[in-house]
């Protein structure tokens, strides 16, 4: 599963966004995904995907705009972590 | 001063999740105190509880659940319930003029302590991001006022086990002093955790298990009492100008006739004849009523040593020879203690009684304590024509609330 869909699929599920919007051009304020919705759902990618996410919400927010930017921006945080320990890499 | 009119009423309890339900359970005499299943309930001393039958996933999608402590999820379910029995109510209302005022013990007592398991249990510093939001005493409140849009006067009263009757009382006065033209008061409390438990436990108030029948736990007025029971849930009232309700044609369930409020100011536990026979009187006098008027008192009732023989000296201090005459219960030997939803939820009990012409019982009540020599309807509901009833909360910190509702 690539991150897009992995990420996706925990929006759908945990935060009972409709699947068929969850495409990667989807831009999170249509979403309805706000700065303490964001909070939430950094947690639980924290969680699904063994990542630390160190910016703010607000900055995450001005960084990310799209689902794709999203999931590009969890794909650069485990990268950085492969490369940090490339034999623990999963 | 204008007069306040009930229009709806909403109830999640331990004995049904709306109001027909929970009456109907309480003229039946059935009992919802049972054995614990929470996670810590073997380290409990005595695992019982009055649980709802709620399960907040059926009633909200994911993303909102988790957003909603378990005490705002009971509250908005009774004011989406009392909202709803008040037809119409906001068509066309300035929304600006309906407030909600709550009152909680504990509020999102279940968030904290799943946070405090966290860090010091689980020894994990990943603390869910919306604990505070969840565990904030308004956020019942607040939920409420969103979901329907009500921009009026929002505020949470926590005075113990005496809150809701608190806040329904202050909303009443908002009323009367046409500062609002509605308003959804009552109270929501989910105390059913191993922290809170705990904690009630290590204060040596609550009952012991009855060894023959869980359910008999809570002996209100009791030789054998021991204590009480916690209970969760949520009641929730509509409270409008009874000029207004009548223009619209609404049902009217009660007329919310008088409120007393009095302070021990003497112990933190220890309640006081004078300080609850205080409450009733002025709650009597708001209401311009003699003490021969009211038909049929809901007592704080918990069960206690300390309480049952108080509240029974402080009502015949307040009624006089009338004490004698008229049937007074405890329906938490059913439903146990929803501290700070204790008050709304017997209000309402009140309330359906005289709509219905049925007093419900006191439950387990087969020891007399000749300390305690009122009518308390032991056994068994029985028919009544109900013109005024009481309803008495009062609280550690020594805050007594006594409302009166008469028919309409």
Not at chain 1, 35 to 55: Q, T
Request: with cysteine; charged share 20%; hydrophobic share 50%.
């Amino acid at each position: 599963m690539s991150t897009l869909e992995a990420l996706a699929a925990l929006l759908a599920k945990e935060f009972a966004l409709d699947p068929a919007r969850l495409v990667p051009s989807a831009r999170l304020e249509d979403l309805e995904i706000d700065s303490l919705r964001m909070i939430e759902i950094a947690f639980a990618v924290e969680d699904a995907f063994g990542v630390k996410i160190a910016d703010e919400p607000a900055e995450l927010m001005a960084r990310v705009k799209t689902l794709g930017d999203f999931a590009a921006y969890v794909d650069g945080l485990l990268a950085a972590r492969a490369a940090r320990s490339p034999e623990g890499a999963t | 001063m204008k007069r306040v009119a009930v229009t709806g009423i909403g109830v999640v309890s331990p004995l049904g999740n709306d109001a027909g339900a929970f009456f109907d359970a309480l003229a039946a005499s059935r009992s919802a105190i049972a054995r614990l299943g929470i996670a810590g309930h073997e380290r409990l001393a005595c695992p019982i509880g009055a649980p709802a039958a709620f399960d907040g996933a059926s009633r909200f999608d994911p993303a909102k659940l988790r957003m909603l402590d378990r005490v705002s999820q009971l509250a908005l379910c009774a004011a989406a319930e009392a909202i709803s029995d008040a037809q119409g109510l906001l068509e066309g209302a300035d929304r600006a003029r309906v407030g909600v005022f709550l009152g909680t013990g504990m509020g999102g007592a279940q968030a904290a302590d799943d946070g405090y398991r966290t860090l010091y249990a689980e020894r994990s510093d990943r603390l869910k991001p919306l604990t505070v939001l969840l565990s904030m005493a308004n956020a019942p409140a607040a939920w409420i006022a969103m979901e329907h849009g009500l921009t009026g006067a929002s505020l949470t009263y926590s005075t113990a086990c005496s809150s809701s009757a608190v806040a329904i009382g202050e909303a009443a006065r908002r009323i009367a002093h046409g500062e609002a033209e509605a308003m959804i008061a009552g109270g929501a409390e989910a105390p059913l955790n191993f922290g809170t438990l705990k904690a009630w436990e290590a204060l040596r108030t609550l009952a012991s298990e009855d060894p023959e029948d869980a359910g008999a736990s809570c002996k209100p007025f009791a030789k054998n009492r021991s204590g009480l029971v916690l209970g969760e849930g949520a009641a929730i009232v509509v409270l409008e100008d009874r000029d207004r309700a009548i223009a619209r044609g609404a049902r009217i369930h009660a007329e919310l006739a008088g409120y007393g409020l009095a302070t021990d100011a003497g112990h933190i536990t220890r309640p006081s004849v004078e300080g609850q026979a205080n409450a009733m009187r002025l709650a009597l006098a708001d209401a311009r009523l003699a003490p021969g008027d009211i038909g049929y008192v809901n007592a704080h009732g918990t069960g206690t040593a300390a309480n049952d023989g108080v509240e029974t000296a402080a009502i015949k201090r307040t009624f006089g020879e009338h004490a004698y005459a008229m049937p007074v219960s405890s329906t938490k030997s059913m439903h146990g203690h929803l501290l700070g939803a204790a008050g709304a939820l017997e209000l309402v009990a009140a309330i359906l009684a005289m709509e219905r012409g049925v007093v419900p019982p006191t439950a387990h009540l087969k020891l007399r304590d000749p300390e305690c020599d009122l009518d308390y309807v032991a056994e068994g509901a029985r028919r009544a024509g109900l013109g005024a009833v009481m309803s008495n909360s009062f609280a550690f910190g020594g805050t007594n609330a006594a409302l009166v509702a008469c028919a309409p």
